[in-house]
């Protein structure tokens, strides 16, 4: 199973408002990433983490803030987001080190920033 | 710092022939991992093939092949028999090997393969 989950698939939000965003991997690995995609772009790289730790911060804005409660799960909070946040967020997780490297990725969040 | 080039930005080919998507790269780094990544419409990142540097074998995956020249730092891939299922964006990646396997992708811009019925 390569399956990597990400809710909700669709979020509205308003430059106020908080909201989260989940993702979810049940193949025990123990690296998970956020990238942000705008359309007709690459995905951009945004967090890392190993081993439930934050490795990696791409110079994000702090209006968006990484968690990571276990090993499965990993959350992306938002808070005063500004509409070219707007984008697609995905999700990724790969085994963290040893003989795969690859990155699964989940379907991704759409974000809309009004 | 890595970057990865596809000079391609969109290619087109008949169905059931082959077509070859361009990669070049640049890397300080002697051990990393190539990928390409397919996206469909519905924007699911989809891992077609990968390749590892220390590896002179090119994988192959199906109808999914590679190219992958370590001197020249080029990655290119072929898709034979072209399917209607194969039309989305494609992406070429990079990870270096080196820091625990927790390092992000560094990906080229895409190339957009649109299959000709």
């Known amino acids: 199973d390569t399956e990597v989950t990400q809710t909700p698939k669709h979020l509205v939000m308003g430059m106020t408002n908080k909201k989260s965003l989940k993702c979810e991997q049940h193949?025990?690995?123990?690296?998970m990433y956020w990238y942000k995609q705008k359309a007709k772009k690459p995905p951009e790289l945004m967090f890392v983490?190993?081993?439930?730790?934050?490795?990696i911060n791409e110079s994000v804005p702090s209006r968006f803030s990484p968690e990571c409660p276990n090993s499965s799960l990993l959350n992306l909070h938002l808070h005063a987001l500004q509409p070219e946040d707007s984008a697609l967020y995905l999700c990724?997780?790969?085994?963290?080190?040893?003989?795969?490297?690859?990155?699964?990725f989940g379907p991704g969040t759409r974000l809309t920033v009004t | 710092a890595q970057t990865v080039t596809q000079s391609q930005p969109e290619m087109s080919v008949q169905e059931a022939e082959t077509v070859t998507l361009s990669c070049t790269y640049d890397?300080?780094?002697?051990?990393?991992?190539l990928f390409w990544y397919k996206q469909p419409p519905s924007r699911q990142m989809i891992l077609v093939i990968r390749?590892?540097?220390?590896?002179?074998q090119n994988a192959t995956e199906n109808r999914f092949s590679v190219n992958f020249q370590k001197a020249a730092k080029s990655f290119s891939l072929k898709i034979s028999d072209s399917q209607l299922g194969d039309a989305a964006m494609y992406f070429c990646?990079?990870?270096?090997?080196?820091?625990?396997?927790?390092?992000?992708?560094?990906f080229g811009k895409g190339t957009h393969l649109i299959i000709q019925p």
């Open positions: 990724a997780s790969s085994q963290g080190h040893g003989v795969s490297y690859e990155q699964y």
């Open positions: 193949m025990g690995h123990r690296a």
């Open positions: 983490y190993s081993y439930e730790k934050l490795s």
């Open positions: 890397t300080s780094e002697s051990d990393y991992y």
């Open positions: 390749q590892e540097a220390y590896k002179q």
């Open positions: 990646a990079y990870r270096r090997k080196a820091g625990g396997g927790a390092d992000g992708l560094t």
